[in-house]
């Protein structure tokens, strides 16, 4: 008989992309104007997760790192359905760039001892998608990035993966431990039932993890991030134009006529 799997799913709290400004003197994000959200992609990871629990069985643990209020994504993630929820929050973890963030993540599931670890595809406000791939990297462990269907095969403690490829697919299998970044959009994320969603609001309580905690507080923050930002510039809107047609034949003709096709 197969064992069930640890899974643990990585959630980050971000700026509602609809509510962000950009401040026209410094060309900088204005996050404090937004709404703090779970990042959308990771809706796409959290679906992930608990559909491979419910076909192989074990547990779910959110993870985020971030300040004290990003207990929020863990919340939501709880209500969704994950059975507990870790809040990596330290001073120490300030100015991190993806390298220490991965580190943090890497080391919070090694400390879970996980067997699966699921990412969304990139974050809405630093979209590097260089997290997931960071995490594997620090552990030694498999990864399977841009990932449209997924197989387990416990049997085998295997994950056979489909990834998007440009122009076509491929399928991989991955051994065990793996960390697995699931494409945007690759399912259709569950609603949050009323009783989970009461009981992730009023009773979940997050297990906080310091970055001693981990035993790498001499390896994150701002010194220990190697990107360095050289400047920032904003680009004015694009002027669109648009013009309706009523059938194809009519939008065919039109496209041959400004001669893009
Ligand atoms: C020089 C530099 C300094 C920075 N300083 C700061 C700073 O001071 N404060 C600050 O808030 N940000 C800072 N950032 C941004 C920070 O590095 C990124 O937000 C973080 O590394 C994650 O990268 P990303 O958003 O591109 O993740 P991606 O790689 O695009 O995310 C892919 C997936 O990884 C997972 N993931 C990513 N981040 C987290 C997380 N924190 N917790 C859980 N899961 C996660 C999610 O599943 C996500 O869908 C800095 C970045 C740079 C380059």
Not at 71 to 93: M, N, P, Q, S, Y
Not at 130 to 159: C, F, K, M
Not at 227 to 232: A, D, N, P, R
Request: proline share 6%; aromatic share 4%; charged share 25%.
């Amino acid at each position: 008989m197969s064992r069930e799997w640890n899974i643990v799913v990585c959630v980050k709290q971000v700026p509602d992309a609809d509510d962000v400004s950009i401040d026209p003197d410094t060309g900088t994000l204005n996050r404090s104007d937004a709404e703090a959200v779970l990042n959308k992609p990771d809706y796409n990871a959290v679906e992930t997760a608990l559909r491979l629990k419910e076909a192989v069985g074990g547990t779910v643990t959110a993870v985020t790192m971030g300040p004290p209020f990003a207990k929020a994504v863990l919340e939501a993630a709880v209500g969704l359905g994950a059975d507990d929820g870790i809040l990596l929050t330290d001073r120490a973890f300030g100015g991190s760039d993806t390298w220490p963030t991965s580190l943090a993540l890497a080391a919070s599931a090694e400390e879970l001892d996980g067997d699966v670890v699921i990412c969304g595809e990139e974050s809405t406000d630093s979209s590097t998608g260089q997290v997931p791939p960071g995490i594997a990297a620090h552990n030694d462990w498999s990864q399977l990035t841009y990932v449209e269907e997924l197989e387990p095969r416990p049997e085998n403690d295997e994950l056979v993966a489909t990834r998007d490829i440009e122009g076509g697919h491929e399928e991989v299998a991955a051994s065990l431990p793996v960390v697995v970044a699931v494409g945007f959009g690759m399912n259709e994320p569950r609603v949050a039932g009323l009783h989970r969603k009461i009981f992730s609001e009023t009773e979940f309580e997050p297990e906080e993890y310091s970055a001693s905690d981990l035993g790498i507080e001499e390896s994150v923050g701002l010194a220990a991030s190697p990107t360095s930002v050289g400047g920032m510039d904003t680009a004015d809107p694009v002027e669109r134009e648009r013009e309706m047609v009523d059938s194809v034949d009519e939008l065919v003709d039109k496209l041959q006529s400004e001669g893009a096709i």
